[in-house]
Antibody, heavy 122, light 107 residues
Framework: QVQLQESGPGLVKPSQTLSLTCFVS??????????WSWIRQHPGKGLEWIGY???????YYNPSLKSRGTISIDTSKNQFSLNLSSVTAADTAVYYC??????????????WGQGTLVTVSS | DIQMTQSPSSLSASVGDRVTISCRAS??????LNWYQQRPGNAPKLLIY???NLQSGVPSSFSGSGSGTDFTLTISSLRPEDFATYYC?????????FGAGTKVEIK
């Protein structure tokens, strides 16, 4: 059974870069069939899809990030990361890493990390 | 972006009740629609994928239907552990947008 665990600072200063890593166990990131995702949830609000990446390099992002986001994968460590630059208070949220099953018949997120709260404040 | 509109935003129900939650897409998304459950303090959990396919381990009291722009999540008989917030998500096009959620509360 796959498990995902986010790691990273809980506090980031405005204008700096938010960096999170997701450690994956119970599955190989390079096994194929899955995209590795980041999704966030502003306090008390709904879910926002950030983007996802396939182990071979294909990456898709939410245009609302205005090119501030970068997702990368390290297959040797079986982990993937999110960098979000030029953060503001509006980036304060719980960040989830997740596994997205992608098929010809659609995508769905079948496994989630527990989430990590990142606060942007000076 | 495709906008996903859920209704109602919240509802009160009793254990054993039948509950229906609606999700409408701003354009046709075929059957590329998923449902998630989120209990307070927890990550979301996949319930149903591609409109009507029950995720492994999810009780058969959950079902999904619809196509195009209109979709429904039905809980045939509410259990105490079903009181949570439910989100729909479209995977038809990037970004994979979510609805704002429907909170199911105890009456």
């Amino acid at each position: 059974q796959v498990q995902l665990q986010e790691s990273g600072p809980g506090l980031v200063k405005p204008s700096q870069t938010l960096s999170l890593t997701c450690f994956v166990s119970g599955d190989s990131i390079s096994s194929g069939g899955y995209y590795w995702s980041w999704i966030r949830q502003h306090p008390g609000k709904g879910l926002e899809w950030i983007g996802y990446m396939y182990y071979s390099g294909s990456t898709y992002y939410n245009p609302s990030l205005k090119s501030r986001g970068t997702i990368s994968i390290d297959t040797s460590k079986n982990q993937f990361s999110l960098n979000l630059s030029s953060v503001t208070a509006a980036d304060t949220a719980v960040y989830y890493c997740a596994r997205d099953r992608r098929t010809l018949h659609g995508d769905w997120v079948d496994s989630w990390g527990q989430g990590t709260l990142v606060t942007v404040s000076s | 972006d495709i906008q996903m509109t859920q209704s109602p935003s919240s509802l009160s129900a009793s254990v054993g009740d039948r509950v229906t939650i609606s999700c409408r897409a701003s354009q046709s998304i075929g059957n590329y629609l998923n449902w998630y459950q989120q209990r307070p303090g927890n990550a979301p959990k996949l319930l149903i994928y591609t409109t009507s396919n029950l995720q492994s381990g999810v009780p058969s009291s959950f079902s999904g239907s619809g196509s195009g722009t209109d979709f429904t999540l039905t809980i045939s008989s509410l259990r105490p552990e079903d009181f949570a917030t439910y989100y729909c998500q479209q995977s038809y096009s990037i970004p994979h947008t979510f609805g704002a959620g429907t909170k199911v509360e105890i009456k």
